[in-house]
């Protein structure tokens, strides 16, 4: 049986992001996958704190994070999975600064500073990114998300394998809209939006968490 881990880069456990990954993780459920969910917020850890120990020669911690914190199972439990489906706010154009944490320790160790800059990580496995944003699909396109959001996607490719990402545009940010400041977004399109088209958005997190594991 295969082993699905969610990694959520989200400060909300119960927002768009969530759902979505949620959504996806039920997908792996329904051809046979164990699943389990991370909430990155959740955990009391740090980023990458330089001090190269994956990278010294003939040392026990080559190759693996030698930090100790609450990561360090996570990173653990990756070594062993089958799929990982990782899930981010945009904020001002990336993911979030938890999520970005998290990338620098899972990467970063298995780095190997070699002419081609090769991978030591030997679970080659499925992978996917799903991304959830407040702007629009033209104005994601328009500020080169993609693009920006590629280079990360590359090296999670070059460490496990293809990475497929999946944009959640237009998404509702607030309950209620009177309640803030907000005269840029349109509460009637926002709602709109929720009721008509994150329902298919959750469908195609179903979609791709059974792809991964098929």
């Known amino acids: 049986m295969k082993n699905v881990i969610a990694i959520n880069g989200s400060p909300r456990n119960n927002a768009s992001t969530a759902a979505l990954l949620t959504s996806a993780l039920d997908g792996a459920t329904s051809v046979g996958a164990n699943t389990e969910t991370v909430n990155l917020y959740e955990l009391d850890f740090k980023g990458c704190v330089s001090c190269f120990s994956c990278k010294l020669k003939g040392s026990e911690s080559y190759g693996k994070c030698a930090h100790q914190d609450d990561l360090t199972p996570i990173l653990e439990k990756i070594e062993k999975a089958d799929a ?15 999520m970005r944490s998290f990338f620098e320790r ?19 496995i499925s992978t996917a990114f799903i991304y959830t944003m407040n702007v629009p699909e033209n104005l994601m396109n328009k500020l ?9 996607e590359y090296s999670i490719s070059k460490n496990f394998g293809k ?7 237009d ?12 005269d840029a977004f349109d509460p ?8 008509e088209e994150f329902p298919k958005d959750l469908q195609k997190a179903f979609e791709l968490g059974r792809k991964l594991v098929s």
């Open 84 to 98: 990982l489906i990782f899930g981010s706010p945009i904020y001002f154009g990336n993911i979030t600064g938890e």
């Open 106 to 124: 899972l990467l970063f160790q298995h780095l190997v500073y070699d002419a081609n800059f090769s991978s030591l990580n030997t679970n080659k």
């Open 144 to 152: 080169g998300y993609p693009a920006a959001l590629g280079v990360l």
């Open 163 to 169: 990475c497929e990402p999946f944009y959640v545009t």
């Open 171 to 182: 998404t509702n940010q607030f309950d209620d809209y009177s309640k803030y400041v907000c």
């Open 188 to 195: 009637a399109h926002k709602a709109k939006i929720k009721e």
